[in-house]
């Protein structure tokens, strides 16, 4: 079946550090969505891509669909504390089903 | 625009008893979803509905939960009776017709 391959599945950076984390799979896909989500609560949306190809920008944080349509990556700039939470990816091959990465738990020290 | 709502944030019971979660999606969603996510895992998704059908439930373990959207707006999900393994976040999320899904704050459900 589809399923994403995300990584890192942890990391730690100093403060001001930049981070990029990526997902990819074997299937291609029509749209990824990239979420943080801090400690009980529900996953918040940071970028939506639909088109392969697209680069797009929220703030500091900036995410790419990939070529191949099989993969995508987020990157945070000029990380700070409140970056810690847990990054998940998610794509939807059309079916209106979302499949999820396994998760990035980013750690930033001060 | 209002977000997903759920309620409750948290809940607590003993096994074998029943719980309900409900969600009322952001308005004009017609796609709904609820996903069980277990600690240090992705969301997994237990049912889909498209207005007030089911889209997707195999993930759903039918003996124990159910799900209804019966007028094609707010969900319930109910577990019954509950076991000790069911203690995970249960999530809502609805879909944007620009094909954006959007969670609500999730229930934390506790089984002792």
């Known amino acids: 079946g589809q399923q994403l391959n995300q990584s890192p599945q942890s990391m730690f950076i100093q403060e001001g550090e930049d981070v990029s984390m990526n997902c990819t799979s074997s299937s291609i896909f029509n749209t990824w969505l990239w979420y943080k989500q801090d400690p009980g609560e529900g996953p918040v949306l940071l970028i939506a891509?639909?088109?392969?190809?697209e680069l797009t920008s929220n703030g500091r944080l900036t995410a790419q669909f990939g070529i191949t349509r099989k993969d995508s990556f987020l990157n945070i700039s000029a990380s700070i504390p409140s970056d810690v939470g847990i990054y998940f990816c998610?794509?939807?091959?059309?079916?209106?089903?979302?499949?999820f990465g396994t998760g990035t738990r980013l750690k930033v020290l001060a | 625009e209002a977000g997903v709502a759920q309620s409750p944030r948290y809940k607590i019971i003993e096994k074998r008893q029943s719980v309900a979660f409900w969600c009322n999606p952001i308005?004009?969603?017609?796609?709904l979803y609820w996903y069980q996510q277990i600690l240090g895992q992705g969301p997994k998704l237990l049912i889909q509905f498209q207005n007030n059908g089911v889209v997707d439930d195999s993930q759903l373990p039918k003996d124990r939960f159910s799900a209804e959207r019966l007028k094609g707006v707010d969900s319930t999900l109910k577990i019954q009776p509950a076991k000790l393994e069911d203690s995970a976040v249960y999530l809502c999320?609805?879909?944007?017709?620009?094909?954006?899904?959007?969670f609500g704050p999730g229930t934390r459900l506790t089984v002792l």
């Open positions: 308005s004009g969603h017609a796609t």
């Open positions: 999320a609805s879909r944007s017709p620009t094909d954006t899904q959007y």
């Open positions: 998610a794509a939807n091959s059309g079916t209106y089903k979302y499949i």
């Open positions: 891509l639909y088109k392969a190809g």
